[in-house]
């Protein structure tokens, strides 16, 4: 099942452009991360904000998380070319298996 | 790091045949294993939870009858799709958690292809 909604589902932007994505998610969590997959590969692992944390930064990348809402957000800024790819939250749940959901995904295209 | 090795990459094989993914942790010990499935232009889906030793926690819709997991170890953990049909052409990842609190390695998924 999906935990997870983003939107939007694709995006494209010029090279230098911020490119901002959200995630809803629907259950109780303990961390909430962000991965990339370029097309037809493996998982590239960006970011983890944990439930008492709010706001986290790394390189480029700024992630917000609003519990209350149950939402967050990836900030990248100034996209190269070579930020196109698909970017995916993912939940991990309350319990004791705590499983990883992923939300539906936002495809970036960022133009040269 | 922590890596997870998942063979094979790719795989083609005809209907009515069965295949099976490999993963394994190789530094460090997978006491959760999580099994997804990608269709194209898709999101990952969970199919099963497993840890070491025990049964595999299927989700619902996924028949535990035609993705058999096998966890019995640490480091080890397969996934068979028996009797595969063109449907279960998909990309299949595997996903580790070890004794840390957050951490969960992805395998770099294998392209399975039933013709």
């Known amino acids: 099942s999906q935990q997870g909604e983003e939107d939007p589902q694709a995006l494209s932007i010029q090279e230098g452009e911020n490119a901002t994505m959200n995630c809803s998610y629907k259950?109780?969590?303990?961390?909430l991360q962000w991965y990339r997959q370029n097309s037809g590969r493996g998982l590239v692992h960006l970011i983890l904000?944990?439930?008492?944390?709010r706001e986290k930064h790394s390189g480029r990348l700024r992630v917000t998380l609003d519990t209350s809402k149950k939402s967050s957000s990836l900030l990248i800024t100034a996209s190269r070319a070579a930020d196109t790819a698909s970017y995916f939250c993912?939940?991990?749940?309350?319990?004791?298996?705590?499983?990883?959901?992923f939300g539906t995904g936002t495809l970036l295209a960022v133009q040269p | 790091g922590a890596v997870v090795s998942q063979h094979p990459s790719w795989v083609i094989c005809k209907s009515g045949t069965s295949v099976k993914i490999e993963c394994r942790s190789l530094?460090?010990?997978?006491?959760?294993m999580f099994w997804y499935r990608q269709f194209p232009k898709q999101s990952l889906m969970l199919m099963a939870t497993?840890?070491?030793?025990?049964?595999?926690?299927?989700e619902q819709g996924v028949e535990k009858d035609k993705f058999l997991i096998n966890h019995a170890s640490l480091t080890l953990s397969t996934l068979t799709v028996t009797s595969a049909h063109p449907e279960d052409s998909s990309f299949y990842i595997c996903?580790?958690?070890?004794?840390?609190?957050?951490?969960?390695?992805f395998g770099s998924g294998t392209r399975l292809t039933v013709v």
């Open positions: 996903s580790a958690r070890g004794t840390s609190n957050y951490g969960y390695t």
């Open positions: 497993s840890n070491e030793g025990s049964k595999a926690t299927y």
């Open positions: 530094d460090f010990q997978a006491t959760t």
């Open positions: 993912a939940t991990a749940l309350r319990g004791a298996t705590n499983k990883l959901i």
């Open positions: 259950t109780s969590i303990n961390n």
């Open positions: 904000i944990r439930s008492n944390e």
